[in-house]
């Protein structure tokens, strides 16, 4: 009992001193360090907007070097025709999914597309395009900030054209500048805040900070934050708000803090001492800060967002919180010992690249006249399956499938045939990594999952081969009603130059001309990445493929597969019944719009996602502008160096 009552006062000491602990601090803060602090805070919002808009001009001088854009500037085409080319031509198809609003100056002749009301707000901008190449800045459009980027057309100089994008400034596009920076940010006009991204109890202050227009550096140390402000166009102002550290009585309150834990832990025993006895101390668990990739068994936190592998930063999007609390499934390859060199037909083999269950995949050369030469992948029927009809129909089927796919973002086929009694066809040799591969890098070298822009880039790009492959016709019009049925991960190739390409049409489902017909009820494809009605052995349509593809995005944001399981049969049985509230609950956990994007991609019933390819690209075209070369940019910085050495070999 003695016991007892002495634990009652050390805990009311140690609540007493827990409470004085903040009192001692007071309001004492260094005018030096606060204005530093101020100073660097308006430093990295720079940056970050900076780097915003680089990316951005990139999308403007990549849309101004489009051929056909300058075959009409070359050939002089007036007004009119211009805004009916932007507004009807498959080639500016993506530019005006993602642009609300496009403008061409030459001279002093105008043409514009698009619904954005920008007026002359572009003139400055333009007049720097036309001396430095490329220049963009802000507007106030309808009282909605809008980014603009002016670029100019290397066609017919004496009157200088241009090319002019616009884009509305939104909140997911700040939400990804404050990520990256950690700090609170908005964008202001006429003493209110247009858009904000930041922390509930930040909001306040934004939205008190577009009161001080005239203001660069405000410190409210009674408050614990500073701001700073960026001047930009037409009256708008970005505002970054960082909390600051107090300086002053700093050892006080640490003390009196210590005193009070140390008063509650020795209160805390006595009192279980005395009324229960003594009892086993418990252990205490450290939890891990990183998790190797691969682990199994719970759910791993992982950043979103990519780090630069020279300097070590972050270069987008921040941490991120933990995925979905699924239990992980490592992705793997098991790639079969490689075999002596050998002559296959006209294709010399050299390296075996891996072995499915029907066939075996090798880098090849094929020799031809005056020393020509040039490489492969040639894929060959397993020898054992050479008697077996089912599987050479299938392999038939496939190449016939993707010899008829061309297309930027598929992998082609150029060659079939026999050697002996085994069947063979000849692909192109994409200088790359697949998509499980750039992933798994990723995150071994540099600790972040890829860039959610990366992501929506690469997916944006295999929705395009995918919408050509889905409306696919034959010669004689009638469509082929392709589905690729194993979209993944594994399936997805990027180069070093940072294209796009899909392949692997092995199990892919045709309704022309096929020999090989699917037993109803019989599942084939990666049960990871399949739709529900896949995994159900039911008929399947292309939006079976775009469910898979919202797997794939969601694999290479967060590092962990949807679905997990003790075995496949688990893995197949989670895929038949698709996801739950409780998965589709944690999307919402993932950073900017792919919580929505991906909850619409994974409907339970075909008719609840994205209906088309093209739907489904339009969605996240917003989001992929310009990152063709920020791809390219990592590609170089994880492989670079052994793709590089392929190349040359």
Not at 133 to 141: E, N, Q, Y
Not at 344 to 363: A, K, N, P, Q, W
Not at 530 to 552: C, H, I, K, T, Y
Not at 614 to 622: M, N, Q, S, T
Request: hydrophobic share 45%; aromatic share 8%; glycine share 10%.
């Amino acid at each position: 009992m003695v016991k007892f009552a002495g634990g009652l006062g050390l805990v009311a000491l140690g609540v007493a001193a827990v409470a004085v602990g903040p009192s001692l601090l007071g309001p004492g803060v260094d005018p030096a360090a606060a204005r530093q602090t101020a100073e660097d805070t308006g430093k990295e919002a720079a940056k970050v907007l900076r780097a915003h808009f680089e990316l951005f001009e990139g999308s403007a001088s990549e849309a101004a070097g489009t051929e056909p854009l300058r075959a009409a500037i070359k050939n002089r085409v007036d007004g009119t025709t211009l805004v009916d080319l932007f507004a009807t031509e498959d080639w500016w198809r993506a530019k005006r999914q993602s642009f609300p609003f496009t403008r061409v100056v030459i001279g002093s002749s105008v043409a514009s597309f698009g619904d954005l009301a920008i007026g002359e707000q572009d003139r400055a901008i333009v007049a720097q395009a036309r001396k430095t190449r490329i220049a963009s800045g802000m507007a106030l459009v309808a009282g909605r900030p809008v980014q603009i980027a002016a670029a100019r057309i290397d066609e017919r100089e004496e009157v200088a054209p241009v090319l002019v994008l616009g884009q509305p400034f939104d909140e997911s596009m700040l939400r990804g500048l404050a990520d990256r920076s950690q700090l609170g940010l908005a964008i202001t006009a006429e003493g209110r805040p247009l858009v904000t991204a930041s922390s509930a109890e930040q909001t306040a202050t934004l939205a008190e900070l577009a009161k001080h227009a005239g203001d660069n550096f405000v410190v409210r140390a009674e408050e614990g934050w500073v701001a700073a402000g960026q001047d930009l166009d037409s009256g708008l102002k970005l505002w970054a708000v960082r909390p600051m550290a107090r300086a002053a009585g700093g050892g006080k309150p640490v003390v009196a803090w210590a005193l009070g834990a140390l008063f509650l832990a020795g209160g805390v025993v006595l009192l279980v001492l005395g009324r229960k006895g003594p009892t086993a101390v418990p252990a205490v668990l450290q939890q891990e800060n990183t998790i190797p990739f691969g682990t199994t068994g719970r759910a791993r936190q992982v950043n979103a967002g990519s780090i630069d592998v020279r300097t070590g930063k972050q270069d987008a999007h921040g941490p991120m919180a933990a995925p979905p609390p699924h239990k992980l499934t490592p992705l793997a390859t098991h790639l079969a010992p490689a075999e002596k060199p050998r002559t296959f037909g006209r294709y010399r083999l050299i390296d075996l690249l891996g072995v499915g269950g029907m066939s075996e995949v090798y880098t090849a050369v094929a020799h031809g006249a005056e020393g020509f030469q040039r490489t492969f992948v040639v894929k060959r029927l397993r020898p054992e399956l050479a008697r077996d009809r089912e599987a050479i129909s299938q392999f038939i089927d496939e190449a016939r499938i993707q010899s008829c796919l061309l297309h930027s973002n598929i992998v082609p086929v150029f060659d079939f045939g026999t050697m002996g009694d085994e069947y063979f066809m000849a692909q192109e040799y994409v200088i790359g990594r697949d998509l499980m591969r750039l992933s798994t890098r990723c995150i071994e070298k540099t600790n972040f999952c890829l860039d959610p822009r990366i992501v929506y880039f690469i997916g944006y790009e295999t929705l395009q081969g995918l919408a050509y492959a889905h409306g696919k016709k034959d010669k004689t019009g009638t469509a082929m009603g392709i589905v690729h049925r194993d979209v993944s991960a594994s399936n997805i190739m990027v180069n070093l130059a940072g294209d796009v390409r899909l392949f692997d049409f092995g199990i892919a489902k045709s309704q022309t001309g096929r020999q090989a017909q699917t037993q109803a009820g019989l599942v084939k494809g990666n049960a990871n990445f399949m739709s529900p009605e896949q995994a159900r052995g039911m008929n399947v349509d292309a939006r079976s493929d775009l469910f898979s593809l919202g797997m794939v995005l969601y694999y290479c944001m967060t590092g962990c597969l949807f679905y997990s399981g003790e075995n496949d049969l688990d893995v197949l049985y989670r895929a038949a019944c698709g996801p739950t509230e409780q998965d589709l609950a944690g999307l919402d956990q993932l950073p900017g719009p792919a919580g929505p994007i991906l909850r619409r991609a994974l409907g339970f019933k075909p008719e609840d996602r994205y209906q088309t390819a093209e739907e489904f690209a339009a969605a996240i075209a917003p989001y992929a502008v310009g990152m063709k070369a920020e791809t390219a940019r990592l590609m170089e910085q994880l492989f670079g160096a052994e793709l590089n050495k392929e190349a040359a070999a």
